[in-house]
């Protein structure tokens, strides 16, 4: 039995896919909502390689497109363990009718979540109050669960037989949320390897980043050549300039400016002022002052030149 997945024509107007999406952005978005792994429920699980195969992209531009459908749109979430995701405003598309036929559906779907937590996700997009109670009878009944383990808990903490259990707990609540800066710390020098964490500059090099990877991909530089960002950013560690960020964002102007937004030029120009001590913003302003002044003076030059040509022949009379 064939299946079929609802986009509605809005889908191309609508204020986000017009003014915020990339061409690449819509072409993925439209994959997610419709790809052959997609359930009534707006969860299935996927593998980021099954994302490469099928829109023929290599396995870091389907990273870099899932990291920005979930921090920067924030139109999914994905779990990388049970490799399940989720589609934020999935009932907009395709649950806007219920009826027993859908609702079975759903009930037959939604008891092989293994991420539970993705559940409410989906439902909060969810209008039609038949099938919101559907999800809601499955979450509600895990929330339900924790709550009284918890209460368990706390009143076995009054019993050495069971102090130990709370102890172990702890530990792994501990450990789950050092993993967790761990993780998030690997990602947020996703875009630069082989540098050193340093705490101190997290914020700062992450907002450089940022501003660097927007410029590129907004001006035409290529959203997914990967490789070429990556080496691009190393030069926020590994360069000469007072302020590395001013000098990259400058280069890439000027290669945007002349038409020629390819990673060679743009190194090219950093590595040129670099031999030139030109290391600030300052620098550059003067030496284009001094190029101008340097211009003008050739000119007035060359005029004086063209204007006074010595004529060995004047005044002789034959």
């Given at each position: 039995m064939a299946k079929f997945r609802k986009v509605c024509t809005d889908f191309w107007i609508?204020?986000?896919?017009?003014?915020e999406m990339t061409p690449e952005d819509k072409y993925f978005y439209l994959y997610l909502l419709t790809?052959?792994?997609t359930t009534q429920i707006g969860i299935y699980r996927i593998t980021k390689k099954q994302m490469a195969f099928d829109m023929g992209y290599s396995l870091d531009s389907v990273e870099a497109l899932m990291n920005r459908f979930i921090h920067h749109h924030k139109l999914i979430r994905y779990n990388p363990e049970t490799r399940e995701l989720a589609i934020k405003n999935w009932a907009n598309f395709n649950l806007n009718r219920g009826g027993k036929p859908i609702v079975d559906c759903i009930v037959s779907e939604i008891q092989?979540?293994?991420d539970t937590s993705l559940i409410p996700y989906v439902a909060e997009s969810i209008k039609n109050k038949e099938i919101l109670e559907v999800y809601h009878s499955y979450y509600a009944g895990e929330e339900q669960e924790r709550v009284a383990y918890l209460e368990e808990s706390y009143f076995d903490s009054f019993h050495d037989t069971s102090s130990s259990r709370m102890t172990i707990r702890g530990q792994e609540e501990e450990k789950e949320k050092e993993e967790e800066k761990e993780q998030q710390q690997e990602k947020e020098i996703a875009l630069a390897p082989n540098v050193v964490f340093n705490p101190e500059t997290e914020n700062a090099k992450?907002?450089?980043v940022k501003e660097i990877i927007e410029f590129w991909d907004t001006n035409g530089f290529g959203f997914s050549n990967i490789n070429a960002k990556q080496q691009l950013l190393m030069w926020l560690y590994d360069s000469s300039f007072v302020n590395p960020k001013e000098m990259i964002l400058k280069a890439l102007d000027i290669a945007s400016s002349n038409n020629c937004r390819k990673l060679?030029?743009?190194?090219a120009i950093l590595r040129n002022w670099e031999n030139e001590c030109i290391l600030t913003l300052e620098d550059f302003k003067a030496n284009e002052e001094q190029k101008k002044q340097s211009s003008k003076h050739d000119e007035e030059e060359a005029y004086v030149h063209e204007e006074f040509v010595l004529d060995i022949t004047a005044g002789e009379d034959w």
């Open positions: 609508h204020p986000m896919m017009s003014e790809n052959q792994n092989h979540v293994q992450k907002e450089d060679s030029y743009v190194v």
